[in-house]
């Protein structure tokens, strides 16, 4: 049983931790799922980063097909699932950018590849050939080559502000546990579901 009086970013914090002590395969992984204007849905794979200001933090080319959808809708959902522990966590709110300061200062951490590929890439745009990426990738090592590589202005990351979060634990027969903590005015209201 979870306790629902306890902060869900606890409940979510330890069970992150647990994931990682576990050996669970990218326990930060989670899937990404997006509106376009046109009501179409999409979904992939992202790296969760970091707790921050009340949100969930992740990175990315804000020109890609998500940046592109989190500029026209902000809603989005976000999904943890380590089956090998039977558990997830769905986490659905609002998307919004994070400051230019936040941003710069993770993509310092990154490998010096990556931050090359964050300039070489024009993400989710079609690809001729891959020789073309590779090209990019040589020219912008040489551009940058003795210096450190500064972030792009179209690179950085996205706060997901929740509005519900909901843990999953999977029990045998079917009978799972579902536990929601809802945003509202005055804090989080939390309930059960059934499986």
């Given at each position: 049983m979870l306790d629902l009086s306890q902060d869900p970013f606890l409940h979510f914090e330890r069970l992150l931790n647990e994931a990682?002590?576990?050996?669970?395969?990218?326990?930060?992984?989670?899937?990404?799922?997006?509106?376009?204007?046109?009501?179409?849905?999409?979904?992939?794979?992202?790296?969760?980063?970091?707790?921050?200001?009340?949100?969930?933090?992740?990175?990315?080319?804000?020109?890609s097909h998500k940046g592109h959808d989190i500029s026209v809708n902000p809603n989005v959902c976000l999904n943890f699932h380590w089956p090998?522990?039977?558990?997830?966590?769905?986490?659905?709110?609002?998307?919004?950018?994070?400051?230019?300061?936040?941003s710069d200062k993770y993509f310092r951490t990154?490998?010096?590849l990556s931050q090359i590929g964050a300039w070489a890439s024009?993400?989710?745009?079609?690809?001729?050939?891959?020789d073309h990426l590779a090209l990019r990738v040589q020219e912008y090592e040489k551009q940058f080559d003795g210096q450190e590589v500064p972030r792009p202005p179209h690179w950085g990351g996205w706060r997901v502000i929740p509005t519900e979060i909901e843990f999953w634990f999977g029990l045998t027969g079917r009978l799972h546990e579902r536990y929601i903590y809802?945003?509202?005015?005055?804090?989080?209201?939390?309930?059960?579901?059934?499986p």
């Open positions: 990682g002590e576990k050996n669970v395969p990218e326990a930060n992984a989670m899937t990404l799922a997006t509106v376009d204007e046109k009501g179409v849905p999409s979904a992939r794979i992202v790296y969760f980063k970091e707790l921050s200001a009340g949100g969930f933090v992740f990175y990315g080319n804000y020109n090998v522990l039977w558990q997830q966590i769905r986490i659905t709110g609002k998307a919004e950018k994070i400051s230019a300061a936040e990154r490998a010096r024009n993400q989710s745009e079609e690809l001729k050939h891959y809802q945003k509202t005015s005055s804090g989080w209201k939390t309930l059960m579901r059934n």
